[in-house]
């Protein structure tokens, strides 16, 4: 155990001191708007690639430890992943817009405004949600994985996953659960035959599918133009300002969906050699 907390350090002290000087390098004001989610993380991204790369070739890991798997087509794998994050945002999004309040319409500004805006942000949104796979799953949960099993591991992460979120705005106890419930179906679909392309598909899928319709994303209003999203109430169902991840409509989806997928690893497990 103590060996897999060290090793843990050790990842993120090296992902810290390349992350940071690399985003250094990056103007401030590139880091603003939409694209900007992503040119805030890319720096977290090339660094955590890098580390796996050298741990890789000091044989210290692998890259099918690290969820790149070679019996998987990544294009596949990351498709279905985000298939079912979209399908998940969508059915928060009724849930919100149904027992509770929450509505969509038009602004009023043009709708050919919002096909660039869209694809910058899924663009960023992206590149955001492969840095925080590459940092609460990839190594740290296949490493930790070792010494106390999938599911505790999966567990401290979350924890983990949910107290960074704490500083995002409009951040309350509800959506905080509810982040750290996302960490745990993220790490059962890291565990199922997709590995890491499915779980960052999911992720990106999921928080495309609320950000697309204008929804807060843990808090991050996207605002783009042409549609606004209101949140409606009461916030314990929709999620306030926070977004649908701060009411039930979230838990409810995150929980089917961690449901089904830790089926789906635990039968990926059992055909595993021993």
């Known amino acids: 155990m103590f060996s897999a907390v060290g090793a843990l350090v050790g990842f993120y002290l090296a992902v810290a001191l390349i992350a940071l000087p690399l985003g250094y390098a990056i103007p401030a004001a590139w880091k603003s708007g939409i694209l900007g989610i992503g040119l805030q993380t890319l720096p977290i991204v090339v660094a955590a690639l890098f580390v796996s790369h050298l741990l890789v070739r000091r044989r210290m890991a692998t890259w099918e430890m690290m969820g790149w798997r070679r019996r998987v087509r990544y294009v596949k794998a990351f498709g279905l992943g985000a298939g079912l994050g979209i399908a998940m945002a969508l059915?928060?999004?009724l849930i919100a817009m149904g027992p509770g309040s929450a509505s969509l319409s038009l602004s009023g500004e043009p709708l050919t405004a919002y096909l660039p805006a869209a694809l910058a942000a899924v663009i960023g949104l992206a590149v955001a949600a492969l840095a925080e796979e590459l940092l609460f799953r990839g190594y740290p949960l296949a490493r930790l994985a070792r010494p106390i099993g999938k599911v505790g591991a999966s567990v401290v992460l979350a924890a983990v996953f949910a107290a960074v979120h704490l500083a995002n705005p409009e951040a309350t106890s509800f959506g905080v659960v509810n982040v750290g419930l996302?960490?745990?179906?993220?790490?059962?679909?890291?565990?199922?035959?997709?590995?890491?392309?499915?779980?960052?598909?999911?992720?990106?899928?999921w928080n495309a599918g609320l950000g697309l319709a204008d929804?807060?994303?843990s808090g991050i209003a996207l605002r783009l133009p042409a549609l606004e999203f209101h949140t409606g109430g009461p916030s314990?169902?929709?999620?306030?300002?926070?977004?649908?991840?701060?009411?039930?409509?979230?838990t409810v989806v995150m929980g089917l969906a961690l449901m089904w997928l830790s089926r789906s690893a635990a039968r990926a497990g059992e055909g595993e050699p021993t």
């Open 91 to 93: 059915l928060a999004l």
């Open 182 to 205: 996302a960490s745990l179906v993220l790490s059962a679909a890291f565990f199922t035959p997709g590995g890491l392309p499915a779980a960052w598909g999911l992720h990106l899928g």
């Open 215 to 217: 929804a807060p994303v």
């Open 236 to 250: 314990w169902v929709t999620g306030g300002a926070f977004g649908p991840e701060g009411g039930l409509s979230a």
